[in-house]
């Protein structure tokens, strides 16, 4: 079982930056692949960002490739998402996610929390 909790989120102009955390709590978080995702109004939910257990492998969209960055700090058991030139097309419910690596699912999900990019 894990917990998870975003915060950080919030209204921006576009080019500026906010960064997501994601609390988590119970059993063995380092043993998670954690990943951000996001889902807009009359979306589909969009993979963002995830990062390995170690912090060594990182995946990025496109779409946020070069303006993202996803990190995690497994003595706070925490994970963190740096959104740098946001854009008005970044506004969405943001979420952060867990898995085991040997499962291909996400299996433990935030709430969510609201990113509003203004132009």
């Known amino acids: 079982q894990v917990h998870l909790v975003e915060s950080g989120g919030g209204l921006v102009q576009a080019g500026g930056s906010l960064r997501l955390s994601c609390a988590a709590s119970g059993r063995t978080f380092n043993s998670y692949i954690m990943g951000w995702f996001r889902r807009a109004p009359g979306k589909e939910r969009e993979s963002l960002a995830a990062?390995?257990?170690?912090?060594?492998?990182?995946y990025y969209a496109d779409s946020v490739k070069g303006r993202f960055t996803i990190s995690r700090d497994n003595t706070k058991n925490t994970v963190y998402l740096q959104m740098n030139d946001l854009k008005p097309e970044d506004t969405a419910v943001y979420y952060c996610?867990?898995?085991?690596?040997?499962?291909?699912?996400?299996?433990?999900w935030g709430q969510g929390t609201q990113v509003t990019v203004s132009s």
């Open positions: 990062i390995s257990w170690s912090g060594g492998n990182t």
């Open positions: 996610a867990a898995r085991m690596v040997v499962t291909s699912e996400y299996d433990y």
